[in-house]
């Protein structure tokens, strides 16, 4: 099952997570605006490809939708299928700096449901996370830092072959993003349990 929880990782959290758009996801917006994101993670002999928009809805409420491919290198001579990964998330922004501060500084619980379809096998993924992040202006207010750091709990079940299992384990996802104007440019780092880690890269518009 751990094999199922490294593909979900690469899915949720590496594309999921980052697009979550709140101070405390590294993603400050306002009300009401919008953020599409595309980005690339590269998972152990593999590289994934993802793309994902959320929606600011209250001051304290985003929600959010994504895809994510995911190709693997041949592994003895063999072509392995990619995977495709859907995902939902949403998240709940509480201030914890007063207003005028220097940074904005907030935490969110955030929560997502991710479904990946590889070869014969399928996925259901819960990531259950409490973020923490930051967004505070540089060079002269000209451009926003955002750090983030994102603890989850991950419930994975697993189906292949008429055979079905679940698995829990815990994980983070940690990253910066650089604002300038409307756009975004930023990279985080993930990892379950025992699993390698994942580096990713992404870009952003907001509107």
């Known amino acids: 099952m751990h094999r199922y929880l490294a593909l979900l990782a690469a899915g949720l959290l590496t594309t999921a997570s980052p697009a979550l758009a709140q101070v405390c996801m590294g993603v400050p917006m306002a009300t009401g605006s919008t953020t599409a994101l595309a980005g690339i993670t590269f998972p152990d002999n593999a590289n994934s490809f993802g793309i994902g928009v959320t929606h ?40 914890l700096s007063q207003p005028g501060a220097e940074a904005d500084i907030a935490v969110c619980p955030n929560a997502a449901l991710g479904y990946t379809s590889w070869d014969e ?31 989850q709990f991950v419930w994975a079940r697993a189906s292949a072959d008429g055979v079905s299992d679940s698995e829990t384990d815990f994980g983070f996802a940690v990253g910066a993003n650089f604002i300038v104007s409307n756009l975004l440019f930023g990279a985080n780092f993930s990892k379950i349990g025992d699993g390698d880690g994942t580096f990713g890269i992404r870009f952003g518009l907001m509107f």
């Open 56 to 95: 600011k809805a209250t001051d304290e409420i985003a929600v959010g939708a994504e895809y994510s491919l995911t190709s693997y290198d041949d592994f003895l001579g063999t072509s392995v299928p990619s995977s495709h990964t859907f995902a939902a998330n949403g998240s709940y922004e509480i201030p």
């Open 121 to 151: 096998a399928s996925a259901f993924a819960i990531p259950l996370g409490v973020s923490v992040g930051a967004a505070f202006a540089v060079a002269e207010g000209a451009a926003l830092v955002a750090p983030y750091l994102n603890p």
